[in-house]
């Protein structure tokens, strides 16, 4: 067992380590095609979405008072509200969703 975590470890470095250097070494002209482009700027957003989105919803006890706190969040971050207010009203909404549910 202990022979095959190595094994392993090693099977996921070389995994990162192609993800991260086959781009640079097959992709050295300049990407043309717009859709591609355009795709490739919402790959960092759909990453943070995918990694925060569950926390948020998993966050208190009833899921939800997370999505009670992710709708109004959004819903200040959508109309401009600074990071400091969508991240209190959030936490406010979620404490008060969590006494209710």
């Given amino acids: 067992m202990r022979n095959n975590i190595w094994l392993y470890l090693a099977v996921m470095a070389g995994v990162t ?48 008072a997370g999505a009670l706190a992710l709708v109004a969040g959004a819903a200040l971050a959508w109309t401009g509200g600074s990071l400091l207010t969508v991240a209190a009203a959030a936490s ?10």
Avoid: C, E, H, Q
């Avoid at 490739?40 to 009833?62: E, K």
């Avoid at 406010?92 to 549910?101: E, H, Q």
């Fill in 17 to 64: 380590w192609l993800i991260r250097t086959l781009p640079l070494t097959l992709l050295r002209k300049p990407i043309k095609s717009r859709f591609i482009r355009s795709f490739l700027t919402y790959v960092p957003y759909v990453t943070l979405a995918v990694m925060t989105v569950p926390d948020i919803l998993l966050a208190t006890d009833s899921v939800w």
């Fill in 92 to 101: 406010v909404v979620a404490l008060v969703a969590g006494f209710i549910f």
